[in-house]
């Protein structure tokens, strides 16, 4: 069948986007960009911000308008929204023909194959969730861990690759246990499950034999990321018992002797990457979360030249009172020491983080403590979200969203502008060095926009001139004129800059080399 799939939200969707799209291909389904002409359309949907849930509303709104017109689609909707919905969805939009949580892909092609053979299924047979399954055990939640061999049986094929698949996401922790209040994350991807660091290394070796030059390790906590080898399953965070036995909480099991299976630790697996798969340009990894940051992890970025000197961080607010109500573990001193750490420790490191502004009861002294954080730390760029109420969150149930929205725009604004001169002070600093870039796009300006007071200005505008755009191992975006024709051939390659300019959001610099 002909499938039409689209993605919301995170990396972590992307991946799962990729892997989906891989399992259908290799089962015979084809896909195509335009959903007017697909027989099946697939959302992949997040449910961190209300925003996103609208975007994908509407999307199925305009299917069933379709289905209603007598078109005969499958209509199918996977990822948080479903799991964190279930089948109350179904009832409400009669239109979706099946329903696949975001724990649960694995089952995806058999409720496709269903859809397509019979239409009025009863509900529990159009849905594949993780329901209440998705917080039991982590040990249980692990052991049946069937996604295991959707990510072990990623496909990745040369013959369509245009530069573009250079780069992948590998997948080393599922879930999160942190519970953050506003966040429906542990609701909709379930406790937190560490891959085995043998596939997760087989991964990227097979990724780079294909041609893959930059692999980004994702998890939701990933620096959380901790494997006890010779059992079956690793929890979050504590010392896996031995199979069949269980640890009492003075750390011994039910033998009486202390558990002494071997670890990996998210500093080893880095270390191991890096050194087993030395084909792997750039091995970077996303997103950490402050509070578990080892000096080890800090030591193997430093000392493995190829694990990219780049940090995405959230603080997610500069007030401890905010920070305590959204249970975030940390106090803001905690977070400046851990980025001057990080930034002592990692040669040329770059910041990047994300903030909620307008959670609930943020006092004006509140925000003011967040645009302080802000200026204090060399933050490259963060991402800034207002506050969303998520249903299914301890925020939603306890704390009333008293922000009104304009108070959150004009704090979230505020912020932008606050950002946009600390990136610019940083991206300065890196006027006059020469860096490698991985080119992903390549631009040309057309010579029917002319810059409108008629003066061109070498980098302002860059008429009817090709340009190279991409990122350095800090993931800081740059940006370099081309004059020998179209530069495709270089997407996927990376190249030498001198840089020579700096904006808020990227710097601009001459091409030394063609990769
Ligand atoms: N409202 C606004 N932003 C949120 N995020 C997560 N949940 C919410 C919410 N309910 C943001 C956090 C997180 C990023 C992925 O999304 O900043 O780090
Ligand atoms: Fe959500 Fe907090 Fe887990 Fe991040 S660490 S996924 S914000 S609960």
């Given at each position: 069948?002909?499938?039409y ?8 969707n992307e991946l799962?986007?990729?892997?989906v ?7 015979g389904h084809?896909?195509t960009?335009?959903p007017s002409?697909a027989?099946v359309?697939?959302?992949n949907?997040?449910?961190v911000r209300?925003h996103?849930e609208q975007?994908a509303?509407s999307?199925i709104?305009i299917?069933?308008q ?5 078109e005969h689609l499958?209509l ?6 479903a799991?964190?919905?279930g089948?109350?969805?179904l ?9 696949c949580?975001?724990g ?7 409720l496709?194959?269903?859809a397509?053979r019979?239409h009025d299924l009863?509900?529990?047979d159009?849905?594949a969730l993780a329901?209440n ?9 692990a052991?049946d ?7 072990l049986a990623?496909m990745?094929d040369p013959s369509?690759?245009d530069g573009r ?7 080393i922790?599922r879930g999160?246990?942190?519970?953050c209040t ?8 379930g ?7 043998d ?9 780079a034999?294909?041609g893959v030059?930059?692999v980004t390790?994702l ?5 959380h990321?901790s494997?006890?080898?010779g059992v ?7 010392e896996?018992p031995?199979?069949?036995?269980a640890?009492r909480p003075?750390?011994r099991n039910?033998s009486?002797s202390?558990a ?6 998210f ?7 890096h050194e087993?798969?030395?084909s792997?340009?750039r091995i970077?990894?996303l ?6 940051f080892?000096?080890d992890?800090?030591?193997a970025?430093r000392?493995?030249?190829?694990i990219?000197?780049?940090l995405?961080a959230p603080a ?7 920070l305590?109500?959204?249970n975030r573990?940390?106090?803001?001193e905690e977070?400046v020491d851990?980025a001057h750490r ?8 770059c910041?990047a ?17 967040t645009?302080?954080?802000v ?6 760029n963060?991402f800034i979200?207002?506050?969303?109420p998520r249903?299914?969150t301890?925020a ?10 304009e ?7 505020r912020?932008?502008a606050?950002?946009?001169g600390v990136?610019a002070?940083?991206?300065?600093g890196w ?8 080119v ?6 057309p010579?029917?926009?002319p810059?409108?007071n008629?003066?061109e ?11 190279v ?7 800081l975006?740059?940006t370099?004129p081309f004059d020998a ?5 270089l997407i996927?390659?990376?190249v030498?800059v001198?840089?020579?300019a700096?904006?808020p959001?990227l710097?601009?610099g001459?091409?030394l080399t063609?990769?």
């Open positions: 069948m002909r499938i799939l689209e993605t919301f939200g995170c990396q972590m799962d986007s990729q892997l799209r891989g399992q259908l291909s290799c089962l084809t896909f960009e335009d002409i027989e359309l697939l959302y949907t997040c449910s209300e996103a975007k509303y999307r709104g299917v069933g379709r289905k209603r017109a007598g499958i199918g909707v996977i990822g948080c929204m799991e964190r919905d089948l109350d969805m009832v409400r939009h009669p239109q979706i023909d099946l329903l949580g975001p649960e892909l694995d089952k995806l092609p058999a496709i194959d269903n397509s019979t009863p509900r529990p159009r849905a329901g399954k998705s917080r039991r055990t982590a040990t249980l939640a052991a861990d069937d996604l295991e061999s959707l990510d990623r990745f369509t690759d698949h250079r780069s992948a996401y590998v997948r922790t999160c246990n942190k519970f506003y966040c429906v994350v542990p609701r909709t991807r406790a937190e499950v560490h891959r085995p660091p596939h997760i290394v087989a991964e990227c070796r097979r990724l034999d294909a030059i930059e390790l998890g939701q906590t990933v620096n990321y494997y006890t080898h079956a399953v690793t929890l979050s965070g504590t896996a031995q199979v069949g036995a640890v003075n750390g039910d009486g202390h002494t299976a071997r670890k990996t630790t500093a080893g697996l880095l270390r191991r990457i087993e798969v030395p792997l340009r970077r990894f997103t950490s979360y402050p509070r578990d080892g000096l992890a800090l030591e970025m000392d493995c030249p190829r990219c000197p780049y995405h997610q607010s500069g007030s401890n009172r905010i305590r109500l959204m573990g940390y106090e803001v977070y851990f990080a930034i002592e420790t990692v040669p040329d490191l910041l983080g994300d903030f909620i502004v307008g959670f609930p009861t943020e006092t004006e002294a509140d925000f003011a403590a645009v302080d954080l200026q204090r730390l060399p933050f490259k963060n979200f207002k506050y969303s249903p299914g301890v939603f149930d306890r704390l009333p969203d008293d922000i009104p929205d108070v959150k725009r004009a704090r979230n604004n912020l932008l606050v950002q946009a990136s002070r940083v991206h300065a006027v006059g060095r020469t860096v490698d870039v991985l992903d796009t390549v631009r040309s300006v010579k029917a926009n810059a409108p008629g003066v200005l070498r980098w302002e505008r860059p008429v009817g001139r090709w340009q755009v991409g990122r350095t191992a800090g993931d975006i740059v370099a024709g179209n530069p495709s051939h996927g390659t990376i030498q001198q840089l020579e700096a904006r959001l710097l601009l001459t091409l063609d990769g």
